[in-house]
């Protein structure tokens, strides 16, 4: 028998699922750039700046490493803490009012029931890693009906993706009480995926 959250596992093989949200667990929306956009736009010395949206231009495909990225080009300096978080909190509050007036994100078909099932099956355990900021990709997961009851990682944790992942199989392992999976596996939809 596996115990879930805080509790060792039993025996035998056991491994990890790894997701991505946007366009793996949620389908994607422009309006979701929109408001990221207005939110870097909303600091007083980019609401000028031309911006681009080409998200795979950028070396890291994260929202706190596109934010880096677009502070160094336009500003010749990395965005402060105190900046990152009010850029970040923006973000997430047009995206939940956004979310709140039309829900314009909604579960990819099937994956809500693919994650639950992953939950109960005993030998393969899910876990979620995403370039998206923690508070955004909970209010996508909830708009979209996916339970975010698993090991998380996410922009808050580095700019780079494959820090982001190993952070999530450290979570995963720390909670789940497994020294090591035996196989892990990352789903995701995009190339930088």
């Known amino acids: 028998m596996l115990g879930r959250g805080p509790g060792k596992i039993g025996s035998g093989t056991i491994n990890l699922v790894v997701f991505d949200v946007d ?7 422009p309006q979701d750039d929109a408001c990221y956009l207005e939110a870097i736009r909303s600091h007083e010395q980019l609401e000028k700046m031309n911006i681009s949206s080409e ?13 880096y990225e677009i502070f160094r080009k336009h500003l010749m300096r990395a965005p ?13 509050q047009l995206l939940g009012a956004s979310l709140e007036s039309s829900p314009i994100i909604r579960e990819v ?3 809500a029931r693919a994650f639950s099932f992953l939950k109960t099956t005993g030998n393969w355990l899910p876990a979620i ?5 923690k508070d ?17 990682a996410c922009a808050d944790d580095s700019f780079d993706r494959c820090e982001i992942v190993k952070t999530a199989i450290q979570r995963a392992s720390d909670y789940y009480r497994a020294p090591r999976f035996s196989e892990v596996v990352y789903v995701g939809d995009r190339q930088w995926d």
């Open 23 to 29: 366009g793996t667990l949620v389908t994607l929306h």
């Open 55 to 67: 998200w795979d231009h950028y070396q890291f495909s994260t929202d706190s490493g596109v934010l």
């Open 80 to 92: 402060s803490e105190s900046e990152s978080r009010q850029i970040e909190s923006r973000y997430t």
């Open 109 to 111: 078909p099937g994956a």
């Open 129 to 133: 890693a995403t370039g998206s900021w």
């Open 136 to 152: 955004s990709t909970l209010l996508k997961l909830q708009f979209s009906g996916i339970s975010c009851d698993v090991p998380l």
